[in-house]
């Protein structure tokens, strides 16, 4: 065994504002004075250091490795950090402390045979009405008219599902949820019209695709696909293999949420 084997590696990933350049330096410091080894090819433990958005960018290549995420935010929104800019008390502490990591949930999709992931949404999204089958465990839920469907993760709720007009998932429940997308509602054509939340064992099944506009399947925020009219997609929660360093107390959850939508 070499010297640098039983030593922590470690890799940081930032966005380009000037405050998120001067953490990562900090804690570049802190971790090589502790005998971290800056690694970019095989770390333990990666920092992202910005908002969510700079983290769910990142993450997509990290979802089926086995490594040790920490968030620091220096954004404007932080649900997922662990840390602030402005506090780093117990810094060494807490990311050698194995109770503050876990496995958060991912949607695992299927379009037909195509594998994908998403840790916040994914979207089926048309310019114009679009008519979706959408089945539940393989019983019959509704067919949804709309300009599309959105399904959530439980940490996506506080996203672009809160936004239009999904339920907030606290984070000590195991589940996720449906939401229609602006569903054309009148005599003829009725919808349950209501965030519907799903157990994580629950799959949902999208079929029927109708619209005589183009249909996106977009996936935390990405486009990643055109939607056949004979596609059938796939959809339930999965673990993931990378830990992500949380604190999930309910007292710290509130807090977030009330500083970051009605400012207390």
Same mark, same amino acid.
């Given at each position: 065994?070499?010297?640098?084997?039983?030593?922590?590696r470690?890799?940081v990933?930032?966005?380009?504002r000037?405050? %998120?350049?001067?953490?990562?330096?900090?804690i570049?410091?802190?971790?090589?004075?502790?005998?971290w080894i800056?690694?970019?090819?095989?770390? !333990?433990y990666?920092?992202i250091?910005?908002?969510?958005?700079?983290?769910?960018?990142n993450?997509?290549?990290y979802?089926h490795?086995?490594?040790?995420?920490? %968030?620091?935010?220096?954004?404007n929104?932080?649900?997922?950090?662990?840390?602030?800019?402005?506090?780093?008390k117990?810094f060494m502490?807490?990311?050698?402390?194995s109770?503050?990591?876990?496995?958060?949930y991912?949607?695992?999709?299927?379009?037909?045979d195509?594998?994908l992931?998403?840790i916040?949404?994914?979207?089926?999204?048309?310019?114009?009405?679009?008519?979706?089958?959408?089945?539940?465990?393989?019983?019959?839920?509704?067919t949804c008219?709309?300009?599309g469907?959105?399904?959530?993760?439980r940490?996506?709720s506080?996203?672009w599902g809160k936004?239009?007009?999904?339920?907030v998932?606290?984070?000590?429940?195991?589940?996720?949820e449906l939401?229609?997308?602006?569903p054309?509602l009148?005599?003829?054509?009725? %919808?349950?019209?209501?965030?519907?939340?799903?157990n994580?064992r629950?799959?949902?099944?999208l079929?029927?695709?109708?619209?005589? !506009?183009r249909?996106d399947?977009?996936?935390?925020?990405?486009?990643?696909?055109?939607?056949?009219?004979?596609?059938?997609?796939?959809?339930?929660l999965?673990?993931?293999?990378?830990?992500?360093?949380?604190n999930?107390?309910?007292?710290?959850y509130?807090?977030?949420?009330?500083?970051?939508?009605i400012?207390?």
């Amino acid at each position: 065994m070499t010297k640098n084997q039983n030593k922590q590696r470690f890799q940081v990933l930032i966005n380009q504002r000037p405050n %998120s350049k001067k953490v990562a330096h900090y804690i570049k410091s802190i971790l090589i004075k502790n005998g971290w080894i800056l690694d970019k090819t095989a770390p !333990q433990y990666l920092f992202i250091i910005g908002g969510d958005g700079t983290l769910v960018r990142n993450l997509r290549y990290y979802y089926h490795k086995a490594i040790n995420i920490v %968030s620091i935010n220096t954004g404007n929104i932080g649900f997922y950090a662990h840390f602030h800019r402005d506090d780093f008390k117990r810094f060494m502490e807490d990311i050698m402390n194995s109770e503050n990591y876990s496995n958060p949930y991912l949607l695992e999709i299927y379009v037909n045979d195509k594998h994908l992931n998403a840790i916040n949404e994914m979207t089926i999204q048309s310019l114009n009405t679009i008519s979706i089958d959408i089945t539940i465990n393989d019983i019959f839920y509704e067919t949804c008219k709309g300009t599309g469907v959105m399904i959530c993760t439980r940490t996506g709720s506080t996203g672009w599902g809160k936004s239009v007009g999904g339920a907030v998932i606290m984070p000590n429940v195991d589940a996720y949820e449906l939401i229609e997308l602006s569903p054309t509602l009148h005599v003829k054509n009725m %919808s349950v019209n209501a965030p519907l939340i799903l157990n994580h064992r629950d799959q949902i099944n999208l079929t029927k695709f109708n619209s005589n !506009q183009r249909c996106d399947l977009i996936i935390d925020g990405m486009r990643v696909l055109t939607v056949k009219p004979h596609d059938h997609i796939k959809i339930s929660l999965v673990k993931s293999k990378f830990k992500l360093c949380f604190n999930s107390g309910l007292q710290e959850y509130i807090s977030k949420l009330q500083k970051t939508f009605i400012k207390i």
